[in-house]
């Protein structure tokens, strides 16, 4: 296989996150994304027309999911080798994908350091299964390797999806330890922002701190986003008192502040790429004071703004600080969110 020529297909739902990658790729003179796909039944015809020589394949896609479309490519592209990338990291999710014929594994939140890897694996001729499954025994699939973990080998908690016929991008993680939800919040922006879509942040400075070291080290111009209004980061505390009143929430003056902060930053955001990027730790402070009736009334907020406005929406608990959620407050909380995170 040429190394000068590797065609390949990227297959995502979520747009951002599909840009983030194959702009990532592109970066690689020898690397050529022919074509992106949405859906799993377009992704199976794109592979049948186009004869990649590698596919990156989610797992979570509509019509058709992942782990059904690469067995079919499997018979209609055999020569196209396949690299699952998703949101799953439980290692029978990891197993299941394998006996598709598919040669390597990679979790979204560790593409920063594992995706050019995994690729470089699978066009070597071998296999590769991402670095945080280092002592996971996969031997039934022949010649997998699983790349020894450069960091902490701890294997997160699989991806729970709630699915819900609103706010299908309201989403939430639920993180034990800074790192992690530091890992997926700097994902998640830093796939708006390489799209040229907008963000907002409103979170404690810590971690507004951290987050902007981490998107400027991933090589995203900061200062220009910040310049140009496409990086909007406000402090969770700071906004909190300008719509909570007597330990109430005041919906209007909620709706009216966080829509202000979309109508300008999807302004701001390159030609027509308005959908906006919001991450928040507001409800996280909330349930951290005790109040969680507030942090779930804000929650359902949150739902009213998907779907009013063009936006993905990911909140964030920082669960070890207080030493877990009651399973009652948990529950409502993967209620109100159509995917849930714990890590």
Known sequence: MATSSIRILVVDDFEPFRRFVSLALQNRPDLQVICEASDGLEAVQRAEELQPDLVLLDIGLPKLNGIEAAR???RVAPQSKILFFSEHSS??????ALSTGACGYVVKTDAGHDLLTAVDALLRGEQFIGTRFAGEDFSSFSGVH???ATGSDRVSAPLQPQKRATARHHEVG???EDRYFLDDVTGFIGAALSAGRAAIVVATESHRDKLLARLQ???LNMGAAIEQGRYIAVDAADSLSTFM????????????QLGNLLVAAAQAAWGEQSRVAIFGECVHLLWAQGNAEAAIQMEKLGN??????DVDIL???SVGIQGGMDNHFFQRVCAEHSAVYSR
């Open 174 to 176: 639920l993180y034990t």
């Open 315 to 317: 909140c964030g608990y």
């Open 72 to 74: 079919r490519m499997r």
């Open 304 to 309: 009213q703004l998907a779907g009013t406005y």
């Open 245 to 256: 009143f007597d330990d109430m929430l005041d919906p209007v003056r909620f709706m009216t």
């Open 91 to 96: 290692p029978d999710m990891v197993r299941e």
């Open 217 to 219: 080290t991933a090589g």
């Open 146 to 148: 699983v790349s020894e």
